[in-house]
């Protein structure tokens, strides 16, 4: 049975350069479609975990409806998410970029889409980063919108990719990151950090785990 949630997370998106943003951000899966509405200083465990629920335009256009007659109850700005391109270590089918963009937008034309890689991680092993070809695909796909795009990277994967994320937010200054980890992947907060001073600071968010999360933040202040 298809389903939207929509409820008060334990925290909300926000960067160094503005205020914490209140988002609706929603993630369409086979089973379900997960909207949760942050309200505090930073995005914390939001989006889904690949390993336990493979997404599928099949559940963009109902998710949608159901989104779309809550317009008048929800008021944040939304973020919709979705992973349409195969990444580093994904088994996770993607879901087709052209459909769910177009279907999606028939909906809500002026929504921040939140475009990603599926990927994998495994602990003890060399995991490969984000490829200049899966990079470079990404934005043949979205150098057309005129919507803001933010691209959810894995942490534990970034720091060995950032020449080429580096150069895709350089290629639209409508696009952002979400820096974002699995509940068990390991790297050190000095990726973050590292990311954070070679930024324009505005242009990346965090959905990070503890301890990373509040490492991160002492590190910051």
Same mark, same amino acid.
């Given at each position: ?128 980063? @984000? ?55 390991? @790297? ?16 990346? @968010? @965090? ?15």
């Amino acid at each position: 049975m298809m389903s939207l949630h929509v409820k008060k997370a334990s925290s909300s998106i926000s960067n160094a350069c503005c205020n914490p943003v209140t988002i609706v951000l929603c993630s369409l899966h086979l089973a379900h479609c997960s909207c949760k509405v942050n309200t505090q200083k930073s995005l914390t465990n939001t989006f889904p975990d690949e390993s336990k629920e493979d997404q599928s335009t099949e559940a963009v256009l109902p998710s949608l409806q159901i989104l779309a007659a809550m317009k008048a109850t929800v008021k944040q700005p939304v973020w919709i998410n979705a992973d349409i391109l195969p990444g580093p270590g994904g088994k996770a089918k993607a879901v087709d970029a052209k459909e769910f963009i177009r279907t999606v937008m028939l909906y809500f034309p002026d929504v921040t889409l939140s475009l990603g890689w599926t990927t994998g991680w495994n602990p003890g092993q060399d995991n490969e980063g @984000y490829s200049w070809e899966m990079v470079q695909e990404m934005e043949k796909i979205c150098k057309g919108l005129s919507q803001p795009v933010t691209f959810p990277v894995r942490a534990a994967l970034l720091r060995q990719s950032w020449p080429q994320f580096q150069w895709l937010l350089k290629t639209a200054d409508r696009f952002s990151l979400t820096v974002w980890a699995g509940k068990d992947d390991t @790297y050190p907060v000095e990726d973050l950090l590292f990311i954070r001073d070679n930024s324009e600071k505005c242009r990346i @968010y @965090y959905d990070l785990f503890e301890p990373q999360n509040s490492q991160f933040k002492r590190a910051i202040d």
